[in-house]
């Protein structure tokens, strides 16, 4: 590309597009030009490895021959049409699919369009349900959320989210939640050991339930990871614990799976590894394989059927998006479950898995990583200063920026979540891929940690 125009592409960039949870005053602009399975291209043509599937969205590649025929060909038919009171093939398939793949009794689907607006929809169906179910239960008013979780950034997302930096200054607009501490096992509450925490976590939670069910509407969780969180990997079991203890109190439960569903964590959803089938199942990012905006929010027969009654009654759920169920992004969710099977993605991804745990096993050694969590093709890398005490580098530092800094030097494309540096390659990574995305992290790890 000629000089010009590229200077003049990255001053338009710096001068009129704000860009997600970036500072805009340092911002310097990376400008993708174009994709090609899980490689990008720059302006200038140079290439960049995908380390963050495009934000863990990503699946398949860049444009999989697969799902850009699917969405030329729906673009033949319509691009979209209006999902208030009408409907059109391509979604009601994907629906009926979403349903078929869902842990059981998720059988009815609202689409939305992104990560955020399913979990709204979730929060806004728990709570009407229990106004309008045959016993109602009013009192239900309140969620019960984790420490530190993410759920997406409209109002009531951020309400149940818990990442400090990111919410704390939204609190005057935020409704009230119950909050428990997030379940980990790398910075444990004293006297809990690893062996320790599933039980000591389980038992915050049933006594949380105990005391205050009667108010609490749901319970939401990202089930295995609490991924803005750090790539927090909670202790085995406890999904299957909230499960039970959250139907025991009558608390509907809500898995939030926008960045661990569609085979991240080496199942198709993570509730599958520990046999859960939450009341609401929320997903976005990977459905449309990373190509468009669409979300949905499953949800059980118990819950639609308090929303069912006569026009005149009001039941309805008073909720839409104008792009909700996008027949476009439905295409593209539809090829993509079909990419599943015909490229057989779950037989290959163990050797992935493994391939990356054994670069994590050896990056562990280093002297300023203080922990490393994987669940599948999902891993993140804690930066410490000092590894006895677990002292984290001061945020300031950005030393998980300069992690990343360094690997895009090398070619790889990645971004920190604070002292956390994130791996999470698009399931069609090769092993070669992977290691040159280990590679460069480790490298970048030695640079950035230089004392
Ligand atoms: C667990 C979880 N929920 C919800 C969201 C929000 O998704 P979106 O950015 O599509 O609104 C995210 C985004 O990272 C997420 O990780």
Known sequence: MPETAREELERWDREHVWHAFTQMAEYEPLVIERGDGCKLYDLDGREYLDGVSSLWCNLHGHRHPRIDAAIRAQLDRVAHTTSLGASNSTTIKLARRLVELAPPGLNRVFFSDDGATAVEVALKMAFQHWRQKPDPQPEKTTYLALGDAYHGDTLGSVS????????AMFSPLLFAVERLPAPQTYRLPPGIDVAGALP??????????????????????EPLVQAAAGMLAHPAGYLRGVRELTRRYGVLLIADEVAVGFGRTGRMFACEHEDVAPDFLCLAKGLTGGYLPLAATLTTTEVWNAFLGRYAESKQFYHGHTYGGNPLGAAAALASLEVFDEERVFDHLPAKIERLGEHLKRISQHPHVGDVRQRGLIAGIELVQDRATQAPFPWAERRGQQVCDAARRLGVLLRPLGNVIVVMPPLAATIEEIDRIALAVEQGIVEATKM
């Open 160 to 167: 149940v989210g818990g990442v400090e930096r990111f919410h």
């Open 200 to 221: 000591h976590y389980l038992g915050q939670l049933e006594q949380v339930l105990a005391e205050r069910h009667e108010r609490i509407a749901a319970m939401i969780v």
